[in-house]
T-cell receptor, first 115, second 112 residues
């Protein structure tokens, strides 16, 4: 089974621009979660989508948004980029939503650098 | 406030010894606790899950303990090998938040 894929792997943008990141989950998985990872804050939860609906949201400003398509692929968008948005963005897929016993399978991440 | 604390300093141990990593939490009542491994430039990989009513879980050379009174989980790797060198993350799942909250991780370095 193919793993979680994320595109692009690396991205360089300037302040004020917007960016869209893509995530393809493992086949059959309907839940996709997004995380931001920085050296100081660690892995922080952005949001989770299940069956095209946002099920949960972390404490991030409205500049961060996402969506999920009928084939479970997900995109996240960050508008009006700030220097502090530089991070590794990880997506994780799982079979279920809201289950603490469900394993999350992570993609390799997208490294975003904002100049 | 809610906190998950893992040793921010790297843990250096010799090959063959047992590595013990700590995960402490405050103001959480997790139903489940998971441990992940992360290698540089890669996403985390799931290792073990332990439930709040379980004291200990084992998988090959890995062992996890969960003490809800002390609010602490210990992660042990026995007979450690250089290939075990990575960052290890603990993550709590609570029914109220219905999501995984990760600690910042501890880097383990196993030397020959």
């Amino acid at each position: 089974k193919a793993g979680v894929t994320q595109t692009p792997r690396y991205l360089i943008k300037t302040r004020g621009q917007q960016v869209t990141l893509s995530c393809s989950p493992i086949s059959g998985h309907r839940s996709v979660s997004w995380y931001q990872q920085t050296p100081g804050q660690g892995l922080q939860f952005l949001f989770e989508y299940f069956s095209e609906t946002q099920r949960n949201k972390g404490n991030f400003p409205g500049r961060f948004s996402g969506r999920q398509f009928s084939n479970s692929r997900s995109e996240m968008n960050v508008s009006t980029l700030e220097l502090g948005d530089s991070a590794l963005y990880l997506c994780a897929s799982s079979l279920l939503s809201g289950s603490g016993t469900d394993t999350q399978y992570f993609g390799p991440g997208t490294r975003l650098t904002v100049l | 406030s809610q906190k998950i604390e893992q040793n921010s300093e790297a843990l250096n141990i010799q090959e063959g010894k047992t590595a013990t990593l700590t995960c402490n939490y405050t103001n959480y009542s997790p139903a489940y606790l998971q441990w992940y491994r992360q290698d540089p430039g890669r996403g985390p990989v799931f290792l073990l899950l332990i439930r709040e009513n379980e004291k200990e879980k084992r998988k090959e050379r890995l062992k996890v303990t969960f003490d809800t009174t002390l609010k602490q989980s210990l992660f042990h790797i026995t007979a450690s090998q250089p290939a075990d060198s990575a960052t290890y993350l603990c993550a709590l799942w609570t029914g109220t938040a219905s999501k995984l909250t990760f600690g910042t991780g501890t880097r383990l370095q196993v030397t020959l």
